[in-house]
DNA sequence: CGGAATCTTGAAAGTGTTCAAATCAAGTGG
DNA sequence: CCACTTGATTTGAACACTTTCAAGATTCCG
């Protein structure tokens, strides 16, 4: 059931028997359909999640009213609102399911007493939120660096099929541009290749 | 000498005297004067550095040759290049010292070992990753969401005497806009002002 | 004082947005 | 399984925001 998980953690940390016994006690799973939420704007995020299968979007809607997606989360990343888990305070975010997505759930609850039981995961999410800081600032240098065009293309190269698995508003969203400029792009790609 | 570290450090872990004389013991402390690099592009980088006083940028030069700044680190921050600080990968990056400066050192050859002495330190730097990430992910939304004006306008107010510290054109790059427009910005609104 | 770095100004150009309408795809209920 | 409704994508024209370039003014520092 956690596998996932589990395999993800061995890859920083070196749990014993014992360990990972009260962690799996202290998870909770969780099925969670697509376009349900994990998290509503408003409210407190109380659990931190990892992703053991499917895709979830983290956004929030802005002044215009349009959503804009900040974060995607798949299968081996971590997805919360660290600000509003941490400090107990409403978030500003939603995160959503894109897909039918498997969760494990770590409840705030729980949360520093299965830091006590076991400091080493100090050191996993230490590495954890180092990765993911590292993802964010690379994001931030790719929109101050880059025009639309190129991180389209990018990240069409990069993730050729996580493009196809999600709708392109999605996508369009997250690269920081409209849907209507992306369909502009694509079809411009399209006439260049046609006319090789 | 460390006392700003010091001080940093207890708002977040509880270090007995022996851990302290350990992780003094590990540092180095240097003075950094202005325009002086600590990791250049192409350089591996070899410590992670705490601004006890002073101010550093972090940034890359882009396709068209120009800097373009990702960060500030100023005093009670880390700065460093986590990515090639970890992998012993050439940095992307640039940092240097935006004024004369004081910072702490944890270099390379005694970080996994400080961790091991002082494991407490994990869920510092845990907490550390944790803050820096969130402060990434606020300014991803801030470039995906709000107008270059905007930008402006809200890190002016958030930062006033930060904003006095250096160059616009410093400002400019990290707000992502070119001096040229922020200095058209600020005409703006001192004429605003003046009709009032 | 002199030279280099920084800031300002304005016109022209570019990149991406907005809005509205048409087309296409997908999910739902009968 | 089809018909219907809703959601997603496309297209194009007008517009808005920001950049580029070039020149001039200002400030800083040795």
Redesign the pocket.
């Known amino acids: 059931m956690y596998e996932v998980l589990l395999n993800h953690l061995s890859r920083y940390i070196r749990l014993d028997d014992l360990e990972r016994e009260i962690l799996v006690s202290k998870l909770r799973y969780k099925k969670v359909s697509k376009k349900s939420y994990l998290l509503r704007q408003g409210q407190t995020c109380t659990g931190n999640f990892f992703v053991l299968s499917g895709c979830f979007r983290l956004f929030t809607i802005t002044a215009?009213g349009?959503e804009q997606i900040l974060q995607f989360g798949i299968s081996g990343w971590w997805i919360c609102d660290n600000h509003s888990f941490e400090n107990n305070l409403p978030s500003e975010y939603y995160i959503q399911a894109v897909e039918d997505s498997e969760i494990a759930i770590i409840s705030k609850s729980v949360y520093e007493d299965l830091f006590e039981k076991i400091p080493l995961l100090n050191k996993y999410f230490r590495l954890m939120m180092q990765r993911a800081y590292a993802a964010s600032l690379k994001k931030i240098e790719l929109l101050l660096c880059t025009?639309?065009?190129e991180r389209f293309n990018q990240f069409t190269n990069d993730f050729p099929d996580f493009v196809q698995r999600i709708?392109?508003?999605?996508l369009?969203s997250f690269l920081?541009?409209?849907?209507?400029?992306?369909?502009?792009l694509?079809?411009k790609i399209k006439h260049t290749a046609d006319t090789n």
């Open positions: 215009n349009t025009s639309a065009e709708p392109q508003y999605m369009a920081g541009f409209t849907p209507e400029f992306l369909s502009m694509r079809a």
